[in-house]
């Protein structure tokens, strides 16, 4: 008892010496860390207020990024149709949509490599050498994109939102408006993935049908005939190598 005693005063003791002593953690100065300071101030020079209000658009711009990805590039068919896949397999969430959205992404910047490279060729590398002030740099950009959606865009879905704005008929893609030709690129774009995700669900349809029949023609109306075709389809899929004819029947598409 006297020794357990002994040792805690000992132990006490070599506790209050060490606080005697200057921690080297917090002895050493602090390290600086660089702070950011935004001011709004006047300014004399018509040209520095021009510059905030293009920054400022650019930013506008750059927040709505992903909806000129979805509406004006090859994702919403490519997605969409994947979707149907997925849906006609019956696998609920296999693939989940994290690898569905993934792939769209990957399949749309192959798709749209060769539109983004002339845009880079003819717009944002001149600009940028200072060739090409923002009003052509912009319509210089704006050209391939239209040009890419006009190709996959119905005249009927087209027509549709010029009549609508009075607009006349364009002679060329570039008197072709953007805000008519988006959403009609749109539902062209919307069309044409229902009429591929038809075409998918047709055989795995077949498949439901087959085992439906067999299972009522046994007796067994308790049994979910999608518990029995579910196998059944992911078999056929992989025997007729499925993804490869998707993504093949996806780029065919835009050829």
């Not at 010496?17 to 002895?27: H, R, S």
């Not at 910047?109 to 050498?129: C, G, K, R, V, W």
């Not at 795995?204 to 049908?209: A, K």
Request: aromatic share 10%; charged share 15%; hydrophobic share 55%.
């Amino acid at each position: 008892m006297k020794s357990w005693k002994h040792s805690l005063l000992i132990g006490l003791g070599i506790f209050m010496i060490l606080l005697q002593f200057p921690d080297p953690v917090q002895a050493a100065p602090a390290p600086t860390i660089p702070g950011l300071d935004i001011n709004i101030g006047t300014s004399e020079e018509p040209g520095d207020v021009a510059n905030t209000v293009k920054i400022l658009i650019l930013i506008t711009i750059l927040s709505i990024a992903p909806a000129i990805l979805v509406m004006m590039t090859s994702f919403t068919r490519i997605v969409v149709v994947l979707a149907f896949v997925r849906n006609a397999l019956a696998t609920q969430q296999m693939p989940p949509n994290q690898v569905l959205i993934g792939l769209a992404l990957f399949l749309t910047f192959f798709i749209m490599a060769p539109t983004f490279s002339e845009i880079n060729d003819q717009a944002l590398q001149p600009y940028l050498a200072g060739e090409l002030s923002q009003q052509e740099a912009f319509e210089r950009a704006a050209y391939p994109i239209k040009e890419f959606m006009a190709k996959q865009t119905r005249e009927k879905d087209l027509a549709l939102f010029l009549n609508y704005m009075n607009a006349e008929q364009p002679q060329s893609v570039e008197d072709i408006p953007l805000v008519a030709l988006i959403p009609a690129f749109a539902i062209s774009e919307l069309k044409t993935a229902f009429q591929i995700g038809f075409m998918i669900f047709v055989p795995f349809l077949v498949i439901d049908m087959v085992v439906a029949s067999t299972l009522m023609a046994m007796g067994m109306m308790m049994l979910p005939p999608v518990m029995i075709s579910l196998p059944f389809k992911i078999l056929l899929f992989v025997l007729v190598d499925g993804w490869y004819l998707v993504v093949k029947s996806l780029l065919i598409s835009y050829q």
